[in-house]
């Protein structure tokens, strides 16, 4: 069992950056990658960056340029920074870790970006 804990989400105004942070426990030495998706209102859970253990980053097309993913493998912990946010951005944001085939996730984190 993997335990995910997320922080960092807010409201914050077009053009500014916010930082979500991903504390992972329990048996976090089975995780793989872990990542993050957001869910706005009325639309689907969408993928948004990804990090293997490694440390190779993926990102969806929108974020791009703008997001950050990173790992800190120590602190079992894994960061999206945000900048360049913009109000499609809003949504609650998930952290996700993959132990073989099983998605754990967390409670999520409320975004919201004003224009």
């Known amino acids: 069992q993997v335990h995910l804990v997320e922080s960092g989400g807010g409201l914050v105004q077009a053009g500014g950056s916010l930082r979500l942070s991903c504390a992972a426990s329990?048996?976090?030495?089975?995780?793989?990658?872990m990542g993050w998706y957001r869910q706005a209102p009325g639309s689907q859970r969408e993928f948004v960056a990804s990090?293997?253990?490694?440390?190779?980053?993926n990102y969806a097309n929108s974020v791009k340029g703008r997001f950050t993913i990173s790992r800190d493998n120590a602190k079992n912990t894994v960061y999206l920074q945000m900048d360049s946010l913009k109000p499609e951005d809003t949504a609650v944001y998930f952290c996700?870790?993959?132990?073989?085939?099983?998605?754990?996730w967390g409670q999520g984190t409320q975004v919201t970006v004003s224009s």
């Open positions: 990090i293997a253990p490694g440390g190779s980053p």
């Open positions: 996700n870790a993959v132990v073989a085939i099983t998605n754990y």
């Open positions: 329990g048996s976090i030495f089975t995780i793989n990658a």
